[in-house]
């Protein structure tokens, strides 16, 4: 088995794929502020070219972003050898939305999976051995929470979903190939931004997801929330969810990577849970944030939405025990921050 050693004289670099994105930018942030040489890489398809800047303002230290489409692998592997000292990659360059996958399957196998077997070759190319990659807790589907790792996969309920699985499949099948040693992060649900309010959610056109279509109706973008189901079999018939902050969860990813550059992964393909362990249902989301930001929400109830799983929260005590890691903060701050973030936003528009 390869166990991936650290070369102790230096401050380890590491790549970001997706390093503009909402988890990227705060993966970055954290990263800088503990003191590794970083790296960042995006093609700016869901992000803004001024996120490095952002970035740069919170932790005083200048960074770029290149702009790199993993999908173009020569360029990948041209950039990769650019930055031969790379130490580790962690990867978020992927499309997200579930509605538009189902839509156009292709666009996201091709960017999600194919992205990720380029820049798996990039790696191999240029002898970097050592991956942290986003996975989802979509992988569980309806299970009984709270949803631990030995929980089975199931099959996806959309292309989004599959290529989650199928991603890493392919991770596994790379570390017996060649022991690439991998972690795999399951995200619960991530919401909130930084505290600066410099850098925080930006979904293009109407949110899918929850709190920004919350934050966008307080601040006037949207007419009113919908829930999506008021009749499930929940205490207050809303859906349940594990709702952690993008600041806990940035902060997962350095734990995840100390853990792998420490050589602890002995797996060499591992995957942990990251979540609050707790479930909140929409109507508790919704009265967080009427009560962090003093604003009264607009809200009807309608039907339920397609694929929408009852409920889901994590277990994970596996990430508190292996990584020494585990959520500081809780859904008002999730929702105070991400409201600050609104409103910050609002402010660069109307300039
Ligand atoms: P995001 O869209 O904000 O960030 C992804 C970034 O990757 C964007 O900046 C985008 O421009 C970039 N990107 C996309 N395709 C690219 C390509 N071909 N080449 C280079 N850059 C590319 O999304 P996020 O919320 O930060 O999610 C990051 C990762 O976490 C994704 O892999 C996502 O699937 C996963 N994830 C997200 C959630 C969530 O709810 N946010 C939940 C579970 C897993
Ligand atoms: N909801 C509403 N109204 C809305 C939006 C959402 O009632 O306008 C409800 C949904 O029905 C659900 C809950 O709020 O009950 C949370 O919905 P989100 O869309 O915010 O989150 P999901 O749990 O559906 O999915 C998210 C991401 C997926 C990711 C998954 C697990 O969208 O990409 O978390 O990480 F895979």
């Not at 702009?67 to 000292?85: E, G, P, S, T």
């Not at 990659?133 to 949803?147: D, H, L, R």
């Not at 699985?165 to 399951?186: F, K, P, T, W, Y």
Request: proline letters at 4%.
């Amino acid at each position: 088995m390869l166990i991936f050693t650290n070369n102790l004289n230096k401050t380890p670099k590491i790549l970001v794929t997706g390093a503009a994105g909402f988890i990227g930018s705060h993966t970055m942030v954290e990263l800088q502020q503990a003191g590794y040489q970083v790296i960042g890489l995006d093609n700016f398809e869901n992000s803004s070219i001024h996120v490095a800047d952002q970035i740069s303002s919170i932790t005083g230290t200048p960074i770029t972003i290149e702009n790199i489409d993993i999908r173009n692998k020569k360029a990948l592997i041209a950039f990769v050898q650019q930055h031969k000292d790379i130490h580790a990659v962690i990867h978020f360059a992927a499309y997200k939305a579930v509605g538009e996958s189902v839509q156009f399957p292709t666009k996201y196998y091709e960017n999600n999976v194919g992205g990720t077997a380029n820049l798996l070759d990039a790696m191999a190319v240029n002898d970097i051995n050592s991956i942290v990659f986003s996975s989802s807790c979509t992988v569980y589907g309806e299970a009984n929470p709270p949803v631990d790792e030995t929980t089975p996969v199931q099959i996806a309920t959309s292309p989004y979903g599959n290529t989650k699985q199928i991603c890493e499949e392919l991770l596994r099948d790379q570390n017996r190939a060649n022991g690439l040693n991998v972690i795999s992060l399951r995200y619960f649900n991530p919401v909130g931004a930084h505290d600066s309010a410099l850098i925080g959610e930006l979904p293009l056109g109407i949110p899918n997801n929850l709190v920004p279509f919350i934050t966008q109706t307080a601040i006037g973008k949207r007419k009113q929330l919908t829930v999506f189901g008021n009749d499930y079999p929940t205490p207050d018939g809303t859906c349940i969810r594990d709702y952690i902050h993008v600041v806990d969860l940035a902060k997962a990813h350095l734990k995840a990577l100390e853990y792998q550059l420490a050589g602890k992964n002995q797996l060499g393909f591992d995957v942990f849970n990251l979540g609050t362990g707790k479930g909140s249902s929409v109507l508790e989301v919704v009265a967080a944030f009427e009560k962090v930001s003093g604003q009264h929400l607009n809200m009807v109830f309608g039907p339920r939405r397609a694929g929408d799983v009852v409920q889901v929260y994590a277990a994970c005590d596996k990430a508190n025990k292996a990584l020494g890691w585990k959520t500081e903060r809780n859904l008002e701050n999730c929702m105070q921050t991400a409201w600050a973030w609104e409103q910050a936003l609002a402010k660069m528009e109307n300039k």
